[in-house]
């Protein structure tokens, strides 16, 4: 057994080494400190040419421009607080800012690469254009905007459910195996597959790699030792660190995009501006977790699952395969996760740190909805999608995940088992 254990774990390096470097990745010894951010009209369209500059507390000024894909990057000598402005004059003819904040504001960079929201508008001239907060058009796309992330968030969330139901795991490495499975259609991309093809290779890939050799080398091992849970979680946090750094090594820090359908011209659907890889990958995030609901409800492993959620005793003394449910439930969340991971990749950037990113939105819509229901985290995964999505309206861009976790702290003070989870008796 130990051995076969051994050479599992060398094929699975050797697989994801050899992925890497087919890609013609370079490898990068640490991420740069940068302020990083795109810069795209509300139809998804790259808004190219944009000067954004950052002055330290000594003067020192650095700069980086928008490129054809609305990619901007400031290097930045270090951390610290930082004067960040737009240049409005480079904005191109018809496009404003939506918050004249943005012109000029104070910042904090710790280290590694800062994400900046900039909210850009069309129509008038160019400059600042501050946008009425509370009108019906701008509720109604942020309503659909936050539908479309919260299939998102459902994606990585069922399988994290799957698993906690399964296992009893609180699996903090979840985030990454979003970002794995982007990082993987990334690879496959730069070697020259279009990301059509890329992204399903990527998804079979990271759902037999990531989580069913994951589990097979990691996870069975310690649970056939008797690993108690508290100590699973504290192995799955130290994972997720190694992983979120083995990406920096080889991808670096700067966000990266796929070569095809970065920049895509907008369409709008009445009142709602979207684009179309967006409503493709929303369509396709539904059908991916219909078929995991029917799955789950209709077939004999689906059923098998759910036996061992309720009580694995039970299960195995009824003859049902504790262990190849586990594994059948690894590969279903990693394949999942996977997907999420390259829906962010196509409708935002693969940055090494996207999965730390969303991992909070996600223990959110897990706990919001029911640990361990697939049913509490999709429906927790939507209701946190629009929420995250209006407070926009209200509070700054950047601090939207913020309210997405005072809502569940308010929902758990009046249902502790939260929205569709059953009681259970502590003590």
Same mark, same amino acid.
């Given at each position: ?18 992925? /890497?470097?087919?890609?013609?990745? &370079? !490898? ?79 910042? %904090? ?7 900046? %929201? ?7 001239? &160019? ?25 998102? +968030?459902?994606?990585?969330?069922? *399988? ?44 079979? /890939? ?30 799955? =946090?130290?994972?997720? #660190? /190694?992983?979120? @750094? ?5 991808? $670096?820090?700067?966000? &990266? ?12 659907? *009445?009142?709602?501006?979207?684009? !179309? ?9 539904? =059908? ?23 009580? !694995? ?12 449910v586990i594994s059948v ?28 990113? #969303? ?9 919001? $909805?029911? %640990?361990?229901?697939? @049913?509490?985290?999709?429906? *927790? ?23 997405? %976790? /005072?809502?569940? +702290?308010? =929902?758990?003070?009046?249902? !502790? ?5 059953r009681k259970e008796r502590?003590?």
């Amino acid at each position: 057994m130990l051995r076969r254990v051994r050479l599992a774990l060398g094929v699975l390096l050797l697989a994801t080494i050899a992925l /890497f470097v087919s890609g013609g990745l &370079s !490898p990068a010894t640490a991420a740069d400190t940068t302020i990083t951010g795109t810069l795209s009209t509300p139809g998804g369209e790259a808004v190219v040419g944009v000067l954004v500059t950052a002055t330290d507390a000594d003067g020192v000024l650095t700069s980086g421009t928008s490129d054809d894909k609305g990619v901007f990057v400031v290097p930045l000598p270090a951390g610290g607080t930082y004067l960040v402005e737009v240049d409005i004059t480079t904005l191109p003819e018809g496009i404003t800012l939506n918050n004249a904040e943005d012109a000029s504001r104070s910042l %904090l960079v710790l280290g590694g690469e800062k994400r900046l %929201l900039i909210g850009l508008s069309e129509g008038g001239e &160019s400059g600042i254009s501050e946008v009425e907060s509370g009108t019906s058009e701008r509720v109604i796309q942020l309503f659909l905007d936050g539908i479309l992330y919260g299939l998102v +968030i459902a994606l990585g969330a069922v *399988g994290m459910n799957l698993v906690f139901g399964t296992t009893g795991l609180t699996n903090f490495s979840q985030g990454e195996l979003l970002s794995l499975g982007a990082f993987t259609a990334l690879a496959i991309n730069t070697a020259g597959v279009n990301i059509i093809i890329a992204a399903p290779i990527a998804i079979v /890939f990271a759902a037999f790699v990531y989580g069913w050799g994951q589990n097979r080398i990691l996870w069975r091992p310690l649970r056939r030792r008797k690993t108690g849970l508290i100590a699973a979680m504290i192995v799955s =946090i130290g994972l997720a #660190i /190694f992983l979120r @750094y083995t990406l920096v090594l080889f991808f $670096g820090g700067a966000p &990266s995009s796929y070569k095809q359908f970065a920049g895509q011209p907008g369409i709008e659907i *009445g009142p709602f501006n979207t684009t !179309p890889k967006a409503l493709i990958l929303g369509l396709l995030a539904v =059908i991916a977790l219909t078929a995991t609901v029917t799955w789950l409800q209709r077939s004999r492993i689906g059923k098998a699952t759910r036996a061992v959620s309720d009580n !694995p005793a039970l299960a195995s003394a009824t003859g049902i395969d504790v262990e190849r449910v586990i594994s059948v439930v690894w590969i279903v969340g990693a394949g999942l996760a996977a997907f999420a991971g390259i829906y962010l990749g196509l409708t935002q950037n693969t940055v090494w740190n996207m999965g730390q990113r #969303i991992l909070l939105v996600l223990f959110a819509a897990v706990i919001l $909805g029911g %640990l361990g229901t697939i @049913y509490g985290a999709i429906v *927790g995964a939507m209701v946190v999608g629009i929420f995250v999505q209006l407070t926009t309206l209200v509070i700054p861009t950047e601090m939207k995940t913020v309210g997405a %976790l /005072f809502l569940m +702290i308010l =929902i758990l003070m009046v249902r !502790p088992q939260g929205l569709l989870g059953r009681k259970e008796r502590v003590g």
